[in-house]
């Protein structure tokens, strides 16, 4: 198992990874958009594979990326004046295929991240939204990851389910 940055050659597998685990999808360009935009935070998780190309299969992601210019956003007429206009990161998708969980691999993508968020990008902050009846997600984020839940948004999901808005504040270690 190796993890490491992930690098647009990638970009593939990661869709492939996301497509199997998760029914919110992306196009390929808007993986490429996070991997021009914010080269530094976004991991996989990898295994030796003969028959792949590059001898190597995607078994886990994460694709982070930085929110709006904070500049922009305080000048946006929308926006609520409740949200935080801090710098800060967001985790847009986390998966692990299914026989390589419980290994620690999501903790692992989602430290190196928020680690290159902050130290890299300079976010004060990171946020994610994760389904309300995603228990596996939600132990990670809340127990291991020590996200806060700030609110419940109704109806999130293209489906209808709710989500839960997390934050976690990021500091530059000592
Ligand atoms: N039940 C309860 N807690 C769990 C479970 C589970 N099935 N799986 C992971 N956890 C929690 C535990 O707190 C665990 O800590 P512990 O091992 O000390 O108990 C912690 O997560 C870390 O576990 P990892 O082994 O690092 O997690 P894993 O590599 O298995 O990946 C993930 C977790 C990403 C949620 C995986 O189950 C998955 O890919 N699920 C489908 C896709 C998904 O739900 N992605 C997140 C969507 S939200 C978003 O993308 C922003």
Known sequence: MNIRKATVEDLAGMQNCNLTNLPEN???KYYLY?????P???????????????GEKI????????????????NNPDKSKEEDDRPHGHITSLSVMRTYRR?????????????????VYGAQYVSLHVRKSNRAALHL??????????????????????????????SVDP
Request: net charge negative; charged share 30%.
């Open 26 to 28: 992306y196009v390929l």
């Open 59 to 74: 078994v886990g992601y994460v694709l982070a990326k930085m929110e709006d210019d904070p500049v922009v956003a305080q």
């Open 103 to 119: 290994m620690g691999i999501a903790d692992k993508l989602m430290r190196l991240s928020l680690r290159a968020l902050c130290e």
């Open 40 to 54: 530094q935070c976004s991991f996989v998780a990898t295994m030796p594979a003969k028959d792949s190309e590059n």
């Open 141 to 170: 984020y809340r127990d291991s990851l020590q996200f806060e839940v700030k609110k419940l948004e109704n109806g999130y999901y293209a489906d209808g389910e709710d989500a839960y808005s997390m934050k976690k504040e990021l």
């Open 34 to 38: 996070h991997a021009i935009s914010w």
